[in-house]
């Protein structure tokens, strides 16, 4: 039983739209927060600590926002361009969203940088 190149795509492109979801969701609930949003899991972040909360918040919902809408490329090809569908377009959609993790890291450290404030 083989399973045709538009059936993998599909599916994975339906993934890829979840997954996208949740980012852009963080994204909406980061910039919405009242108080300082956090980037690593367990860590809490005091607003005394942040020069500016709605500032910082408005950044890191812009950071997971923009690394959210890198999932829904696959879904755009098929639905604008289902032409174009092949494995080289899962392949480089899969390679940009995961060298966006460290993208995020890097992001992140900047807006942590431009808006921590610092005891020296």
Known sequence: MEIDTETIFITVSIVFFM????????GVYACKRKTP????AGTEISESDITDV???NRANGIMWGGYGLL??????IYLFAPD???DTVLS???????????ALLWIYQKIDEKYRIHNE
């Open 19 to 26: 997954v996208g979801l949740v980012f852009v969701s963080i």
């Open 37 to 40: 949003m956090y980037f690593y």
């Open 54 to 56: 709605k500032a910082y």
């Open 71 to 76: 999932y829904f490329i696959p879904i755009c």
């Open 84 to 86: 174009k569908i092949n």
């Open 92 to 102: 480089v959609t899969t390679t940009m969203c995961i060298l966006g993790i460290f």
